[in-house]
């Protein structure tokens, strides 16, 4: 990280509460949401925000986080900057409202609290929500602490809202882990977050009397799969308003996130160990104590996971014998999505092995030990030892 | 008292539309939009409605337009009205117009949703009694005895066993500003209540009889007798509840139930018993009715 330019205001506080604030900074004009743990600080603040006159907008304490997404589609599709946030099943609720945000070029904001989905039910931290939305045509990038968190939703809209995008994007942060827990955080004013991110004027769908537009026809075969390539050429274009946004966000406010992806101590690495979420500064140390003793180990932080980084990763995988992949979500009968989608990107520019490795589903801890299995994994592997394509760690009676 | 006469010439829902012929949804967005006016943001969801005036790249309503989904008109026209209200435009309606799958079955929760927190718009629920869209299934507000697609007529049971789903009473119930039924058959009480929905704040709940030719297996010539015999068999009441009141604007006739069934094949499997039935439900729902004006007087 840069020295801070923009100093702000430093304040010990959640993720949910980094969460709301930062879409408060960014003024939306309806805000519809549904409670759900470890989601609900971030509705209650934004509330207060309301109730105290902080923000000026239209609450819609909605029944359901169908409706939730439901009444951001038709007021983003109505013209204004909107916002909602969820969390597990609340997502998986939303689940057909999603793509019809992305069809309709609707780039609205969400902070998603990454909570596992029943069955078995629980409130702890795992990516198996979000990632199945992978193909709804939202961007999605994921959170390592609270002040990302707070950074990411500012730049989300600047970038969802970029006409070369216009598609809405979620971001990812790990329940509890940083939900729930505080840390110092500079909360930017707000002079500065409307130089950074201007009002939301659509030139492209909005309902108007004055202009009539119709959102939402019932489109025949004619038409729609060129409806879906704009939407892909939309994603596709994303990466380079990513890059530019993260920085102009950094000679800004002085934090400069990497784009798709970061690194750690990539320069002479001979393997690498990606990671996503919160389980990346855990990996940090890890790699630090790994490097004391001589050991040539780097790590990648998978920051956005739609659009994926294939480039990135391409030239990662050129530069390093072996890859490790973490994940905090299965694809039944496959392994972790990060790590399919990786192997999926390098294929044909690189054959390194490429390790997936599963650990904390569910909520449960992922320690440094966790992380320097995967990481002792990754060099056997380098140096030729055959490995399982996918390993389990801390999983009881199951041999890592 | 408004008249059709009053009304003004030109269509803001226009021909060109592809409805069956005798279509009685259609005759209820044209209606309709005459009332509402130019200032007008219609909502639809995935419906007859939908796939007649809005298939790309036609539109046969002339105001800004939105469909997102299915079960979600309610709050989607909630949230087209907030958004409105933060740009300034409070002078423009929003209303959705569903069906009754949408709105009695999967659309309710989102329609109670609205209701509870009284949002500013006007749901016009056009009543066929069925999913047409989808190919005449039975939906909560199928009437007893009635044939479709999955309450076929067989050799052990036909038609629906349930009696129709009473949705306006489920609004009365939310306590909103206004609640009314109406019928395309009689054009002069639907134009006034249209007028009297736009002029309210609040969450306003019509529900229009409006009889769909192709799914009950009646001549496309009959819609409006169709829709006149409803009412004046007693089968659809034609009442409204406003600001607490509730009146029943229209007495019937009771006119001999056969006349109304024997035209429509939806019901042409029915036995003499059934009949009774259903005119036990019309005497036991006018007994309603009467408790009901005097409940909420």
Redesign the interface.
């Known amino acids: 990280m840069q020295t801070m330019k923009n100093q702000g205001e430093k304040k010990i506080v959640t993720g949910d509460f980094a969460a709301a604030y930062a879409a408060m900074l960014c003024r939306p004009?309806?805000i519809?949401a549904y409670p759900i743990t470890p989601q609900t600080f971030i509705v209650e603040h934004l509330s207060e925000f309301v109730a105290d006159g902080k923000l000026?907008?239209?609450y819609?304490?909605?029944?359901?986080e169908?409706?939730a997404m439901?009444?951001?589609?038709?007021?983003?599709?109505?013209?204004?900057r909107?916002c909602t946030a969820t969390s597990s099943q609340g997502l998986a609720l939303m689940h057909?409202?999603l793509f019809?945000a992305s069809g309709?070029s609707l780039p609205i904001v969400m902070p998603v609290v990454n909570r596992t989905l029943a069955a078995p039910i629980g409130i702890w931290c795992e990516h198996n929500d979000t990632m199945p939305e992978r193909d709804s045509g939202w961007l999605q990038a994921y959170c390592e602490d609270n002040q990302e968190v707070l950074d990411m939703v500012i730049q989300a809209y600047k970038i969802a809202e970029d006409p070369r995008v216009l598609l809405p994007m979620m971001i990812g942060l790990d329940a509890f882990i940083l939900s729930h827990t505080v840390e110092p955080v500079e909360l930017p004013d707000q002079k500065s977050v409307d130089d950074f991110l201007p009002p939301y004027k659509p030139k492209h769908a909005y309902?108007?009397?004055d202009d009539?537009?119709?959102?939402?026809?019932?489109?025949?075969p004619e038409?729609i799969q060129e409806a879906r390539y704009q939407t892909e050429q939309s994603m596709q274009r994303a990466r380079e308003v990513i890059g530019e946004v993260t920085e102009e966000f950094a000679a800004k406010f002085g934090r400069d996130y990497g784009g798709l992806i970061d690194t750690y101590r990539m320069d002479d690495a001979e393997i690498a160990l990606m990671t996503i979420g919160t389980v990346t500064s855990t990996a940090r140390d890890v790699i630090d104590q790994f490097r004391e003793k001589g050991k040539k180990v780097g790590l990648v932080k998978l920051r956005f996971f739609r659009p994926f980084p294939t480039q990135e990763l391409i030239q990662v995988a050129q530069s390093v014998k072996a890859l490790g992949v973490y994940d905090r979500a299965i694809s039944y009968g496959s392994g972790g999505p990060s790590w399919i989608e990786t192997r999926h990107a390098i294929y044909g520019h690189s054959d390194i092995p490429v390790l997936g490795f599963l650990a904390g589903l569910g909520g449960r801890d992922v320690t440094s030990d966790d992380v320097a299995h995967m990481i002792n994994s990754t060099l056997e592997a380098a140096e030729g030892e055959e490995k399982k394509p996918v390993t389990w760690i801390g999983t009881r009676g199951v041999e890592p | 008292m408004t008249t059709v006469k009053d009304l003004p010439i030109e269509d803001l829902y226009t021909s060109g539309h592809t409805a069956c012929p005798g279509c009685g949804g259609a005759v209820v967005a044209r209606i309709a939009m005459k009332v509402f006016g130019?200032?007008?943001?219609v909502?639809n969801p995935?419906c007859c409605m939908?796939?007649f005036s809005?298939?790309?790249?036609y539109?046969a309503?002339?105001?800004?337009?939105?469909?997102?989904?299915f079960?979600?008109s309610a709050?989607?026209?909630?949230?087209?009205k907030?958004?409105?209200?933060?740009?300034g435009?409070d002078d423009?309606n929003v209303v959705a117009i569903a069906g009754d799958g949408g709105t009695a079955d999967i659309g309710l929760?989102?329609l109670?949703?609205a209701a509870?927190?009284n949002e500013d718009i006007i749901y016009i629920m056009y009543d066929n009694e069925a999913y047409m869209n989808t190919g005449i299934q039975r939906s909560g507000a199928t009437p007893f005895g009635a044939w479709t697609t999955t309450t076929p007529v067989g050799s052990q049971t036909a038609g629906k066993f349930e009696t129709k789903k009473d949705v306006p009473r489920i609004m009365i119930a939310h306590g909103v500003p206004y609640v009314a039924t109406a019928s395309i058959a009689y054009p002069s009480d639907f134009i006034n209540k249209l007028e009297k929905a736009k002029k309210k704040k609040g969450f306003r709940y019509l529900q229009v009889f409006a009889p769909c030719p192709t799914g009950w297996k009646a001549e496309s010539s009959k819609t409006i007798e169709l829709a006149k015999l409803a009412v004046e068999t007693g089968l659809w009441p034609l009442f409204e509840y406003e600001d607490g009141k509730y009146t029943v604007n229209r007495v019937p006739k009771f006119s001999p139930l056969e006349d109304y069934l024997k035209i429509q094949g939806r019901f042409k499997h029915l036995k003499p018993d059934d009949i009774v039935q259903i005119r036990a439900w019309i005497k036991a729902r006018w007994e309603r009715e009467k408790a009901f004006e005097q409940v909420y007087k």
């Open positions: 004009k309806v519809a000026n907008a239209e819609m304490a909605v029944e359901s169908h409706s439901s009444a951001c589609i038709a007021a983003q599709a109505t013209g204004v909107t057909e409202t019809a309709m309902l108007d009397p009539p537009m119709v959102i939402g026809s019932f489109s025949p038409f | 130019a200032r007008t943001v909502y995935a939908l796939i809005a298939t790309y790249p539109n309503f002339k105001v800004p337009y939105l469909q997102v989904l079960e979600n709050v989607c026209a909630a949230g087209v907030r958004a409105l209200k933060t740009l435009k423009v929760q989102a109670s949703g509870e927190r």
